[in-house]
């Protein structure tokens, strides 16, 4: 078996102490191991991976596996942040009576995955602390999408059932505030109620999934070279990402690695994209406090940066660029000249913006002390990339588990224990320092040759897991081929899905007209969430 000595050991340990409970391992990959065993034997490993290896659960989801193996196949993902390795139990469900012990008490960090396995493919959750629909809205009818059995182009009967109940908070002077679903603006719905005392907020229910698209019910059966540009559409402000992680997930299965210039290719973009959702997002967080010159300046570099992303690929938003075994367009020397005068000039221009943001008192004051997630709670809720690092949750994806081309280059991963919103901003704004960093290291690398390989006909009932990380945190792509070099599913993990629960911590006890500021610094997707 090809797999990292670190994961080698630990197999071995597993073995040892559990036997023959273990009924099958193998590593497609030297960092990727995947274990198959009982049901009952979850909890157990669980256990042995957060208290004896430091790992930690950065996914739960399932598979609809009755047509070969007569059962459901539930996946528990695993980071070993310190072995560079991850490790995925599976364990079948009987499709009879299908039950799955809920382990959200133990790690609540699994809460809105292991529900979204409930509603999407029927698994009942046992001991689930609130078993309620999440993905599916309580006036769905009883549809299970994610089964084989369920055609896409099923027309639904009127939802006529009853709607969502929000948890009630009485006691003198509370009042409820209901913020959305539809909100100003152009972003997507999302249901907030506050239950305030006066403006301290006490309690905050969130909703999500009002416009569900069933991406992953999409990717089944879609040819594999059509598959890219629907991943593309997960998120639009980390569309490259996606499409990224997808591609990733591909060449892995096909047993293929892009070009070394295809991956320092694909670094220079997942860094520019970084670059303008970061500086938009602190120009964001100063127009929520009222400092809009900031923003001023904030917004001209994101088109400065926008416009760049159209000169080198055909589109400001990157898409068209990832493709499976390489990207499609090339950098000639015009593009990387004009590249290293990008990022010369944006450096000059973002230490002025952020002398500026330094100078005005009235910013800092605002933001220091609010919407403070603490360290302990963002490491139970297994918050994610921005946010977590702003609470001490010291883990990327691009040092951890190098892809692309972040193996050749160095660069320092900002961290920081006070988890307010002026940590938040820190965090982006020195990302953006190490960014313009890992440009110029990976212009300077960047080698000669093809910036793609042909993948072919991938074989079917091939697995992988692509992963990037994105400028929000991390991103996963599982894929199961199917035969005619087809999809038989593709898992989807947005950090957006693993953050939001952040956002009802952080508000607690806060002001409620602080509540836009402490949105944005998080800034999460509602399209990766319905993805």
Not at 204 to 211: G, I, S, V
Not at 217 to 226: A, D, R, S, V
Request: hydrophobic fraction near 40%.
């Amino acid at each position: 078996m090809n797999v990292l000595p670190a994961l080698r050991g630990i197999l071995d340990e597993l073995k040892q102490r559990f036997g023959a409970q273990i009924e099958h391992a193998h590593a497609p990959w030297p960092n990727e191991l995947y274990l198959h065993t009982r049901l009952e034997l979850a909890g157990a490993l669980c256990s042995a991976f957060y208290r004896k290896y430091n790992g930690r659960l950065a996914g739960v989801f399932a598979e609809d596996a009755r047509a070969g193996h007569d059962v459901f196949f539930v996946y528990y993902l695993y980071a070993l942040d310190s072995e560079h390795g991850f490790v995925l139990v599976r364990v079948p469900i009987p499709p009879d009576n299908p039950k799955l012990t809920s382990l959200t008490n133990a790690i609540h960090a699994v809460n809105w995955q292991e529900r979204e396995i409930q509603d999407l493919f029927g698994i009942k959750l046992l001991g689930h602390p609130n078993p309620r629909r999440c993905v599916l809205h309580d006036d769905w009818p009883e549809v299970y999408p994610l089964r084989k059995d369920f055609e896409l182009r099923t027309k639904l009967p009127p939802f006529n059932g009853p709607r969502h109940k929000f948890r009630e908070v009485e006691g003198e002077g509370v009042f409820q505030i209901p913020v959305g679903p539809v909100h100003a603006g152009i972003i997507e719905p999302g249901h907030f109620l506050f239950s305030a005392a006066g403006e301290p907020v006490l309690y905050l229910q969130l909703r999500m999934f009002y416009a569900h698209k069933g991406i992953e019910k999409l990717f089944e059966g879609l040819p594999i070279p059509h598959c890219v540009r629907l991943a593309e559409s997960i998120s639009g402000d980390s569309g490259f990402a996606h499409a990224t992680a997808f591609c990733h997930a591909l060449e892995r299965a096909a047993g293929v690695e892009a070009p070394a210039r295809a991956r320092g290719l694909r670094t220079l973009c997942l860094e520019l994209e970084r670059l303008y959702n970061h500086v938009a997002d602190i120009g964001a967080i100063c127009t929520d406090v009222a400092f809009v010159t900031a923003q001023m300046h904030a917004m001209r570099l994101k088109e400065r940066v926008l416009r760049a992303n159209e000169q080198f690929t055909g589109n400001r938003l990157l898409r068209g660029m990832a493709c499976p075994g390489g990207v499609r367009f090339d950098f000639d020397p015009g593009h990387i000249r004009a590249l290293t005068t990008l990022v010369d000039e944006f450096e000059q221009d973002f230490k002025q913006l952020v002398e500026l943001i330094r100078s005005h008192s009235g910013t800092r004051d605002r933001l220091e002390n609010t919407g403070v997630l603490k360290p302990e709670v963002a490491r139970d809720l297994g918050i994610v990339g921005i946010a977590g690092r702003a609470s001490g949750f010291d883990h990327d994806l691009r040092r951890d588990f190098p892809h692309a081309f972040y193996d050749q280059v160095q660069f320092a991963v900002p961290v920081f224990r006070e988890g307010d919103v002026q940590r938040r901003m820190v965090v982006r704004r020195e990302e953006l320092f190490q960014s313009l960093g890992i440009i110029r290291q990976a212009v300077e690398k960047l080698p000669a040759g093809p910036i793609r390989t042909e993948i072919g006909e991938v074989p079917p009932d091939r697995v992988a897991l692509g992963y990037v990380e994105g400028w929000r945190g991390e991103i996963f792509h599982w894929i199961r081929t199917a035969p005619g070099n087809r999809l038989a599913r593709c898992k989807i993990k947005d950090p957006s899905v693993q953050n939001w629960p952040a956002l009802s911590e952080a508000i607690l006890g806060n002001i409620i007209p602080d509540f836009p500021v402490v949105n944005k610094s998080f800034n999460l997707s509602y399209s990766g969430t319905d993805r």
